[in-house]
């Protein structure tokens, strides 16, 4: 993994929960989605990314999320982001609608409970 | 002794030519082998082979053969004390066996080999014994004192080649070492100007004085510097296995402290004699600042940006591999922008019947007026470092270059020069009163205008884009050059990097021209975006 960022992981029964660590730009983006491709088995019904400790993200970060969720949506899986209010990536995703596209909450835990 | 006949004396001083130039070309192999030839064509003999101590002193090693070969090719080792050979290297003296059947032999192989009648001396230089010569005759032969007293002559000359061609091989292998050890390229730290000096000591083979610099992470860079106890190959290899695990601690991303003390740990592991000084330093270029800790090393100098110089205070921790459990504390100091920290080994200040102090008293004063950094090392080592020097001497200067009024810069299109844009793009931002949310907001606008140069550099000859930053009374203009064409945007994916440039841009203007493109990006700070 890049020197930028780094993934944590936590799996659970059938979710799988990420923390993106660091910056995710042009030269990281690809692998980030490959590390995260690798979480979802078949029985993952929810993929969580948290962004909390993600501190850049350019639309090479954007557009790996974006994909990852329509991915997921074909297989019958779902995507769920944790970003901070007003964190620079609330506003990122706010620019381009990543977060009226994919469900974005504000806490790991209403993520995992599926509220906003 | 008996008295050489002519003829002995012929071979003998044919054996003398070889041995001299020997010390010139031939490798240790190769010489070994040309004195076995020769050895065993004047005592008319069908083996000979030399074993030579290893370094702890106790195994003999086949290093060449005659005869024998199969001794070299299994890598025989034979224990000092024990068998024909390891008994010649225990009594330091000329050993004779008549009848192979008959005696203790421990290498089957000269038996194998149908060898009946052994003859050995060792190889002895200055009192210390090398190894062992031997010769043998594959038909029963009584090796007179004649025969002995003249492989020991023959012995004796070829132990003092041995002895040089040994050293200058080692000192090949460790200066090969070190300098691919020493890092070359340096370059790529933005905003941070590195200087090294290395100095061997006068007439040791190759000290032990060693340095590092690599980055660790976004705006941090780790510098090091340590002297290993110890010359030559040994203190090489000690040099190789710490600067590979103080790197590979530092990438994990432990603090400065933690990874000093997990190197001190794996010291441990390479025996009771590997020690070394380390001052082990973490510049963070963003924030301005050193984290430092310091193992049983001198203090680095600080030079302020107006010149006043001055010691760090170092918690002062132990010499690294003295104890596995010794703890280590770092300390943070403020690095401003134009400052310059200088590490040194001993070498640098220390004068045989002087105090150190002295010493560091004079590197503090040479150092007080100081310029550009290459020539503030020239100066340092010129007047610190004694032509006649007892000691290695290496040196590391760093200085935190000043945040320009006007960023310009050229980058390889490459993603990875990326986040170094970025580090670059951020400080200068600082300097210039960017809140933390605009230096945030400009920095991605930037990265895609930045991304979008480094994809389309599709062209022959579009390797590199250029970057220029100026800020007029509150507004940020940043001009993003490229020498290739922009594809048209596809699919959604490209539109989202001009999307994200509107959106956080006062005014975004993309030029496509004959000769590449060009992208303006303005941005009033202090106002909200509309």
Redesign the interface.
């Known amino acids: 993994m890049s ?2 960022a780094r993934v944590v992981e936590t799996r659970d029964e059938n979710v799988s929960i990420a923390a993106v660590e ?2 995710i ?3 990281n983006a690809s692998e980030i989605a490959e590390r995260l491709r690798t979480l979802l088995t078949n029985r993952s019904s929810l993929l969580v990314v948290d962004l909390t400790a993600t501190t ?5 970060g ?2 790996l999320l ?1 994909e990852l969720a329509s991915e997921l949506e074909h297989r019958q899986q779902q995507l769920r982001l944790v970003v901070a209010p007003g964190s ?1 990536i609330a ?2 995703a706010a ?2 609608g990543l977060d009226a596209a994919v469900p974005t909450h504000s806490t790991r835990a209403s993520a995992l409970a599926g509220q906003s | 002794m008996r008295v050489l006949k002519s003829s002995d004396r012929d071979q003998l001083e044919s054996l003398q030519r070889i041995t001299d130039a020997a010390l010139a070309s031939l490798s240790v192999e190769q010489l070994l082998l040309e004195l076995l030839l020769r050895i065993s064509d004047i005592l008319s003999t069908d083996t000979a082979a030399i074993l030579l101590l290893d370094e702890t002193g106790r195994l003999l090693h086949a290093r060449a053969a005659k005869g024998i070969e199969e001794e070299v090719e299994q890598g025989v080792k034979i224990p000092v004390g024990r068998g024909f050979a390891g008994r010649i290297a225990a009594e330091r003296r000329a050993v004779t066996i008549e009848d192979v059947d008959h005696a203790d032999i421990l290498n089957p192989i000269l038996r194998e080999k149908g060898i009946r009648s052994l003859l050995g001396v060792p190889l002895i230089v200055e009192q210390r014994v090398l190894g062992v010569l031997h010769v043998g005759s594959l038909s029963p032969r009584t090796f007179t004192g004649e025969d002995a007293a003249l492989l020991q002559l023959a012995a004796d000359r070829a132990a003092i080649a041995i002895e040089h061609a040994t050293l200058s091989e080692q000192r090949q292998l460790a200066e090969a070492l070190q300098r691919r050890l020493l890092p070359t390229d340096l370059s790529g730290m933005t905003g941070l100007e590195l200087a090294t000096r290395y100095l061997p000591a006068s007439h040791e083979s190759l000290g032990g004085d060693w340095y590092d610099a690599f980055a660790i992470d976004g705006g941090r860079v780790a510098v090091a510097i340590g002297d290993v106890v110890g010359h030559g190959v040994l203190a090489a290899a000690v040099m190789a296995q710490l600067r590979t695990a103080l790197r590979a601690y530092a990438i994990e991303g432990h603090p400065p402290a933690r990874v000093v003390e997990l190197v001190n740990g794996m010291m441990a592991g390479l025996g009771p004699r590997a020690m070394t000084t380390l001052a082990y330093a973490v510049i963070d270029a963003d924030e301005c600042s050193v984290e430092l800790v310091a193992a049983g090393h001198p203090p680095p100098l600080l030079i302020s940006p107006d010149g006043e110089a001055r010691y760090v205070e170092t918690r002062g921790g132990i010499p690294l591999g003295v104890s596995e459990i010794a703890r280590y504390e770092s300390e943070t100091f403020a690095f401003e922008p134009g400052s310059t920290m200088v590490l040194y080994t001993d070498g640098l200040v220390e004068t045989r019947g002087a105090p150190i102090d002295d010493g560091l008293e004079r590197l503090r004063a040479l150092a007080t007026r100081n310029g550009d950094l290459e020539t503030l090392c020239m100066k340092l080592v010129a007047q610190m470092a004694p032509r006649e020097r007892a000691d290695d001497v290496a040196m590391l200067a760093a200085r935190l270059l000043p945040v320009p009024e006007r960023l310009a810069g050229r980058w390889p299109a490459d993603r990875r020069a990326l986040a170094s844009v970025r580090r670059a793009l951020r400080r200068w931002l600082a300097t210039r009163g960017a809140s933390d949310d605009e230096i945030y907001d400009i920095v991605v606008a930037c990265q895609e205008a930045c991304a979008n140069a480094v994809e389309h550099a599709y062209r022959p000859g579009a390797h590199a884009f250029d970057l220029c930053a100026t800020c007029d009374d509150g507004r940020v203009r940043l001009t993003v050059r490229d020498s290739g064409r922009w594809r048209p945007p596809r699919g959604t994916h490209r539109g989202r990097g001009v999307m994200m440039m509107r959106g956080l841009m006062d005014s975004v203007d993309i030029d496509h021209g004959e000769d590449g493109t060009t992208v303006v990006l303005e941005r009033v700070l202090g106002a909200s975006v509309a």
Do not use: K
């Not at chain 1, 850049?56 to 090479?60: F, L, N, P, T, V």
């Open positions: 020197l930028l660091g910056e730009d042009a030269s850049y993200i350019d639309s090479a954007i557009n974006f620079p506003r990122m620019i381009v």
